[in-house]
Structures are given as C-alpha cells and as structure tokens.
C-alpha cells in the first residue's frame, strides 16, 4: 500500500547550522507534498509544501526539493534557531484521493 | 482566531464508556478530515466529509466509531465503548477543496486517554 518514509527520526544541530529532513514515498502517482511542523500538545502546522510540477520552493530560511524520479522529497532549514526545534512531518497525496499519507516524523533539535 | 478549532482539548474516560469530540473547520472551507496520532507517529487518516456528506471511511474506523457533518459546518466523532487502544490525539483538519490535492490545516486536536 501507500507508504511514506521519514529519516532522521531525530535530529541534533547547532544553531546557525542546516538541518535536512529526507522523505521517500511509494506512490508513483503522488503529486502533492506538505511539510508540517508539531509542537508539543499543538496541531500540525503547514510550513512549506510542493507539488510535482517543481523540483524546488524556497521561503525564507526553508525549502524544499523533490526528486520525482527517485521518488524522494527534502525538507532544508538554514541558519536554524532555538524555536524551530519540534516535530517534523513529511505527507504524500495523489489527486483524487482526498487523504495525506505521513511519514513517522523527525525531532529536531537546535542546540544554543 | 480564524484557524480550525477542536473541542475539547483533552478527554480522560474510563474504559467502556463513549466520548464525543467536537471540530469547527476554517468557514469558507468545505471538506473536513478526521485523522488519528498516536505517541511517536504521524497522522493517520480516519475520514472526510465533502460538505455533510462522509466519502471516504479507513478501515481503521471500526464499527465503534462514528463521525458526522449534519449542516457541513461542524463535525462531531464519537467512540463508543472506548478501549486503552484508543487512546490518542484525535486531529480534524480542513481544506478549500481546490486545487487537486489540496492543502489541509489541522487544528489542536483532542488528546484522548482512556483508563
């Protein structure tokens, strides 16, 4: 069936450093792809998404890559701070399916 | 605040009793999800709602489980004859229902222990 994967599941950096976060998912029709960001005891938070007509979005400190033939999607967060140290998701969706498909999540943390 | 609302934020039952969640989606957006999250996972998709009418039911929603959408506003979830098993955060999300996929806002979610 649908399946995202999600490594690291944890991540240290220092801040001021990058951080990546790589997706695979299996779903060769998949053509959406959110980021979330989840704090403790909070919801989900979009924080950057991209579909398969693009190979990269960039917004501010954040961006995003995807490789549609490998079938591989990246999270990158430059200069990183203190408060982006949370739970990170990855999701997958194909057209007409309504449902996102989530990786197990990355927890980051940025050392001060 | 105009983000999707979910009510109550946290519910502790005993075992066998039924629970009821409550989720105010964004106004203008007119599908609504329902997902599951448990310790150390991500979301997993339970339902969806196209306006009040419920299209898409995982096999993960057992028979205990019921959700509905009267006035394609609110929805409410209701777990009867809760198990330890289902204890969880419960998350609604919503979107505008455009583009193919869309993009989904979750809110606070419920977190659910059940004793």
Redesign the interface.
């Known amino acids: 069936g649908e399946n995202v994967e999600q490594h690291p599941s944890t991540l240290s950096v220092q801040e001021g450093d990058s951080a990546v976060i790589k997706c695979t998912y299996s779903d060769s029709a998949s053509n959406y792809f959110p980021w979330y960001k989840q704090e403790l005891g909070k919801g989900p938070q979009l924080i950057i998404d991209i579909r398969s007509n693009v190979g990269e979005k960039k917004d501010q400190r954040i961006a995003v890559t995807l490789n549609k033939t490998a079938k591989h999607f990246s999270l990158h967060i430059t200069e990183t701070q203190p408060e982006d140290s949370a739970v990170y998701f990855c999701a997958a969706s194909s057209p007409g399916t309504y449902k996102y498909i989530f990786g197990t999540g990355t927890r980051l943390k940025v050392l001060a | 605040d105009t983000g ?1 609302s ?1 009510n109550p934020r946290h519910k502790i039952t005993k075992r066998g009793q039924n629970v009821t969640f409550r989720c105010d989606p964004i106004s203008e957006h007119n ?1 609504l ?1 329902w997902y599951r999250q448990t310790l ?6 339970l339902t ?1 709602f196209q306006n009040e009418a419920q ?2 039911k ?1 096999r993960l929603l057992s028979d205990r489980f019921s959700a509905e959408r009267p006035k394609g506003s609110f929805s409410t979830l209701e777990i009867q004859r809760t198990e330890q098993g289902d204890s969880a955060m419960y ?1 609604c999300a919503s979107s505008l229902g455009y583009p ?2 869309d ?7 419920t ?1 659910l222990t059940v004793l």
């Open positions: 999707v979910q599908r999800y150390g996972q991500g979301p997993e998709f969806y299209l898409e995982s998350l193919d996929p993009t989904q806002y979750f809110g606070p979610g977190r």
